[in-house]
């Protein structure tokens, strides 16, 4: 028997929670529930994020979270519930199965099946933005070793346990090459370990278009945050809908089951809506806790249910579809098959599937650190680099020069070209001189001399080598 934590949600969340659990009770789930409130009605009630602490201490407590969506209310610094939760309980791994139910559900794509394991943690959704000037912001884009590690190997152990043959990385790392880069060098560092399974790297536009058009040369594909966010919801659409998937959140401690559409409050209370995505999250949840003998019959009643025609408004087709139900109906016609198989579609079987092996992050030694140089970044409402730069070259001091001047990343300074679009935003590098070092005292001198000059500096980024090789970009043109 497994304790775990279930919220119901908003708009049409708790039909289809209700329709889910009375599904894989009915199955012989070995569940006891304890139920919390979160969303819109928490944040209305004055908690800007949606949650009370005793719900927390409830998730904690049992470690799984089945949750139904919910509805976050626009304005007021309302913060994403989903985000919160995500990052609270360390759930680095999002894990989204997008298979085709050809002929039963209409797609282009009758062969597809794959899973995207997105990073969930990091990347630009850290959400560090700041206004540096009139006309420009900045959000950081983070990417951590332990973060890349943790969800590369379980993108690999997930292929073994779930029998898959290929794991794949989307990067971006021909211009991004320090953040990128190491997500891909981590890949490869660990796709080293898995010499069973077939890796590959692809470059993510082309990724992308690849998948949206031949999506069945794919199986499990390993992705950063954003790129992961926006492909899982393009691969689950191209699947034939979005209503249809489910997610895991997986953690080192904690775990959280939801399917991946929004709460549809449009469609809330007419007994209309299609349980199928979060019954998903919840059959990835037996799996996740070990009752994976009830996952497999659930599953596999689900299928003959669509293969029975059996079908919700949202994929109901004259001509494939028998039979228009309602979300009670429908989890009544998967009860009823409960038990069977489809004949059609392909029968799953999770018995044989091992535990995953995810062994907790051992921090490397530290390398060699050293300090080479400052980009300082000014707010200047000037459009000649030239006249800027020699308004820095006042403020070098003993052993710095400036080297370079960039503006949104595009050398501008020196040799630059008349034709490129500046604005008030400059990045601008200091390096030791010939035969000089620099420290961090020289950096408190340089802005010291800034001041004094009545130049406008807004922030401040150290360069360092690590065990001697570069870590920062150059300027695009240098």
Known sequence: MTRITVAKGDGIGPEIMDATLEIILAAGAKLEIDEIEVGEKVYLAGNTSGIASESWETIRRNKIFLKAPITTPQGGGYKSLNVTTRKFLGLYSNVRPCMSLHPFVSTKHPVMDIVIVRENEEDLYAGIEHQQTDEVIQCLKLISRPGCEKIVRYAFEYAKQQNRKKVTCFTKDNIMKQTDGLFHQVFDEIAKEYPEIE??????????????????????????????????????????????????????????????????????????????????????????????????????????????????????????????????????????NLGQKPTILKP??????????????????????????????????????????????????????????????????????????????????????????????????????????????????????????????LGQGQ
């Not at 996740?288 to 293969?307: C, P, R």
Request: charged share 25%.
């Open 348 to 473: 799953v079987s999770y018995a044989n599937n091992l535990a995953l092996n995810l062994p907790k992050y051992i921090r490397k030694p530290a390398a060699k650190k050293e300090l080479v140089g400052v980009d300082i970044f000014v707010h200047w409402s000037g459009s000649n680099p030239n006249e800027l730069a020699e308004k820095l070259k006042r403020i070098e001091s003993n052993g710095t020069k400036l080297t370079m001047i960039t503006n949104r990343g595009i050398k501008v300074w020196p040799d630059g070209f008349k034709e490129t679009f500046c604005t008030d935003h400059w990045r601008c590098r200091f390096k030791p001189s010939e035969n000089s070092e620099i420290n961090k005292s020289n950096i408190i001198e340089l802005l010291k001399n800034a001041l004094n000059e009545n130049i406008d500096s807004i922030k401040t980024e150290n360069l360092y080598s690590f065990d001697g090789k570069t870590a920062y970009s």
């Open 199 to 336: 890796n590959e790297h692809w470059i993510i536009d082309i990724g992308a278009a690849k998948m949206a058009d031949t999506p069945e040369i794919f199986d499990v594909i390993v992705m950063p945050n954003l790129y992961g966010d926006v492909l899982s919801d393009v691969a689950a659409q191209i699947t034939g809908s979005v209503g249809l998937a489910g997610s895991a959140n997986i953690g080192e401690e904690c775990s959280m089951f939801e399917a991946i559409h929004g709460s549809a409050p449009r469609r809330a209370g007419q007994n209309v809506a299609n349980p199928s995505g979060l019954l998903q999250g919840a059959i990835m949840m037996l799996n996740h806790i070990g009752q994976t003998e009830i996952a497999e019959k659930v599953q596999n009643a689900w299928l003959k249910t669509l293969e029975d025609g059996i079908h919700t408004y949202d994929i109901f087709k004259d001509g494939t579809s028998k039979q228009k139900v309602g979300t009670k109906e429908f989890a009544k016609a998967v009860i009823s």
